[in-house]
């Protein structure tokens, strides 16, 4: 996975917005519009050769609440949301004015968008989207450098948003050595022991053991917790061709011999897996309480989700929904 969108200098500091006592902190993701639009889009016209989408080509996603020191993910798809009058549907509120935490574009009014069709069903894909009042800020709208999800590839990169100050913090990369690397490989093998072997483009003859030789380290980040690494398989040997997205087992993907994995090395060398096939958007004071939080999106085989780590990583959130 490739860093380069994020913000990995210093950025300054904004003031925090007043928020009412008792008040959640809501926190959502801009997602951009596509680069393929018919990969998410609801239905086109051939007449005049558009495509349709019920909330715009591009949209916010608010997916966690923070009060009384308490992460929340808000209900989502998975969480039997049936009908607009349950209240899972009232844990959003009707309108949200967001803030982003870097780039200072000033508020961001948006509305809640009418996830259900006339039989009170849900649209899985939109599920705690909201729809921006106005075109989103152009200073906010930044090479996506790859990013995208299950359904295409954005046209920009994502943007974290919130209903009250904080800010980002830089992302310091630290070298990772070949004598730390060993000791994650156990791990890793536990989650990908081996990888497809074809003769022919989607063709599998068998698999094979990986060797440490073949594990490459994509990122290694300081935090206060330890080093945060991100390990993942020489996509030299993948000769077969496969989509890799892979499907959802409890907090893992699974079937997917290529997907990156992140690990957790603490001081005292002890190791944590937090999760696999994750993008990292974001890292920051995102509740303006003075406490790191990190944003990664999940993407796999009709699924999409937001995992959110609190108090060291101690604490994830999951947030997810899907598209059939």
Known sequence: MKLAWLVVAAVA?????????????????????????????DSYDPATKTYHFRHGASRIRVAFSYSNGQWHALPDDDKAMTSPATADIQAYPSSLTLHDLSAGAGAIDARRGDWFN??????????????????????????????????????YAPVILTT???????????????????????????????YAVCDQPEHQIGTRAWQAKDVHVQNAI??????????????KLDHCGFDDAGTVKGQDVVDCDYCSHWFLVAADNKVRALGNKMDLIGVGDLAGDGRTEWLFSQHAEDYDGYVLFADDFATRVDFSWRYH
């Not at 300081?222 to 996509?235: F, H, I, Q, Y």
Request: charged share 15%; net charge neutral.
């Open 13 to 41: 500091a904004f003031s925090n917005v007043p928020v009412a006592a008792g008040q959640p902190v809501y926190i959502g993701v801009y997602e951009p519009e596509y680069t393929d639009p018919h990969a998410a889009a």
């Open 164 to 194: 009250t100050g904080g800010k980002l913090a830089p992302v310091v990369a630290v070298p990772f050595g070949s004598a730390r690397l060993a000791s994650l490989l156990p791990l890793l093998r536990q989650h990908t022991p081996t």
């Open 118 to 155: 006339s039989k009170g069903q849900l649209y899985y894909k939109d599920v705690g989207v909201y729809e921006p009042a106005a075109p989103m800020p152009a200073i906010l709208l930044r090479p996506a450098n790859g990013a995208g999800d299950w359904a295409g590839n954005y046209r």
């Open 222 to 235: 300081r935090t206060s917790a330890g080093t945060l690494v991100e390990l993942a398989l020489d996509s």
